[in-house]
């Protein structure tokens, strides 16, 4: 029960808050009004979003400017300051008394998900498994912040056939829109693999190779740690380098998800010391956030305790809800 109460915790509810949008609206000495988004105030020129692109406007011409939202704004001579412009009162001493205006960084934006998989049987059959998993995502203009969690509980006849669970946190510093910095950790128990704890950090540099509204991709690679601690044999210790890689598809308006997620470790020092995961799999929205998962979990381990296999293969079909 210990395990299913980690698995708890690592799949806990997560949540998400979102504003809703509201239009600036500015007005200009010729009469002119637009309504649109402040983007900033720049040596004298606003940028204003619009729906048929920006606008590049002189301050100067600029009699009225209204937003609900708080903008980071510099009057001259003094410090930038959190406000919302009313109107010309907003601007009040004229326009030429406000020198900057930029918006400020978002706050924090979360995504992710829990779902979970049950199968119980009696009678001439006596099976019963169970799955949980989760994951979150928590995201900056310069950071990422990335959570996940798996257990995996299977019987068949009172007698245990599988007891596993695995822990991730990875940490990613954007140096530019694209290149970041990047560190990890993953931990994972099996009781079948006569696997105490596998504890492998990293860090390295990553490059976001492809982010549009119908899928992204991402690679990162660097130097690791990977210690493996065994119940019944010698526990491993070893450096070795590290890559990974995560695709992530949309298709049909955005209504099915295709999937690759992998972390490679390849051993510096030792013998046959390497290890691979991955998580391929399709998910498809059903309502409302709501989703299903089929999904296929393989964990090779080329040096693994005696009398084990190299290769673990999971398959789960699992029902939850995405944010």
Not at 69 to 75: D, F, G, M, S
């Amino acid at each position: 029960m210990s395990t299913l109460r980690i698995a708890g915790s690592l799949c806990a509810a997560l949540f998400l808050s979102i504003a809703p949008a509201s239009a600036d609206e500015l007005r200009l000495a010729n009469g002119d009004r637009l309504t649109g988004t402040v983007v900033s105030l720049s040596a004298g020129v606003l940028t204003f979003k619009t729906p048929n692109g920006d606008l590049q406007v002189p301050w100067k011409d600029v009699t009225s400017l209204t937003t609900d939202r708080p903008l980071l704004v510099t009057r001259e001579g003094s410090e930038p300051q959190m406000m919302a412009l009313r109107g010309a009162a907003g601007i009040s001493g004229g326009a030429s008394s406000i020198v900057a205006i930029a918006t400020p960084e978002p706050p924090i934006v979360w995504h992710g998900g829990a779902s979970a998989g049950l199968l119980a049987t009696g009678g001439n059959t006596d099976v019963n498994s169970l799955r949980l998993d989760g994951e979150a995502t928590a995201r900056t203009p310069r950071d990422r912040y990335t959570m996940s969690g798996l257990v995996n509980r299977a019987s068949d006849h009172s007698a245990l056939t599988a007891r596993n669970w695995t822990g991730s946190f990875a940490y990613d510093r954007f140096l530019s829109t694209r290149l970041f910095a990047n560190g990890s950790i993953i931990l994972t128990n099996d009781r079948f693999r006569d696997l105490d704890l596998r504890t492998a950090v990293g860090g390295g540099v990553g490059y976001e190779v492809w982010e549009a509204p119908m899928g992204t991709l991402s690679a990162n690679g660097g130097l690791a740690w990977v210690r493996e601690n065994f119940s019944t044999t010698p526990d491993t210790t070893y450096a070795a380098a590290h890559e990974a890689a995560k695709l992530d598809l949309l298709f049909l308006q955005k209504r099915v998800q295709a999937f690759h997620h992998h972390d490679g470790y390849f051993g510096l020092t030792g013998h046959d010391n390497l290890f691979f995961r991955m998580q391929n799999g399709v998910r498809l929205a059903i309502v409302a956030g709501l989703v299903s998962t089929a999904e296929v979990d393989t964990d090779y381990d080329r040096s693994p305790a005696p009398g084990r296999k190299h290769t673990d293969r999971t398959f789960s079909l699992t029902f939850g809800y995405r944010f």
